[in-house]
């Protein structure tokens, strides 16, 4: 925005100075000599057309170089912020992985616990004996010898 400003200002002042008239200008219109005062401002209006064009183009050029270097800047900020989301999201990924592999394996060790408890109960009760019916020991006995 400043950048236009101070380019309509060059453009401005230039305008102006194409306007402005030389001393010699001044003083043969002072001394009623109209073609000689004509001669010189047109004189004048070309040196200062020349001068003001000189000094647009210097002032567009400048004002092309700043956006060409805040282009790259906004270029620059822009991949910068596409490498800091993506380190996000794989810091996000990492995290949730390293969170579910934890969940995991604490549940394994619960498993592991509980089994280990299961083996230790059942260690830890005395043997049991059914006792069975003699008639049915029996042809439990008959039907495995075949």
């Not at 390293?98 to 498993?111: F, I």
């Not at 280990?116 to 029996?138: H, M």
């Amino acid at each position: 925005m400043l950048k236009r400003h101070l380019l309509l200002a060059s453009i401005l002042a230039g305008t102006f100075a194409v306007t402005a008239c030389s001393q010699q200008t001044e003083e043969q219109a002072d001394a009623g000599n109209v073609e000689a005062a004509a001669e010189a401002a047109g004189d004048d209006i070309a040196a200062n057309t020349e001068q003001a064009a000189a000094e647009a183009e210097v002032a567009a050029q400048d004002t092309g170089a700043e956006i060409a270097d805040g282009a790259k800047t906004a270029g620059a900020v822009a991949a910068g912020a596409v490498v800091n989301t993506g380190e996000a999201i794989a810091d996000g990924t990492n995290k949730a992985v390293e969170g579910t592999a934890d969940a995991v394996a604490k549940g394994a060790s619960a498993v592991a616990d509980g089994a280990s408890n299961v083996a230790a109960d059942a260690a830890a009760k005395p043997a049991t004996d059914l006792k069975a019916d003699p008639a049915v020991k029996e042809a439990v006995s008959e039907d495995q010898k075949y």
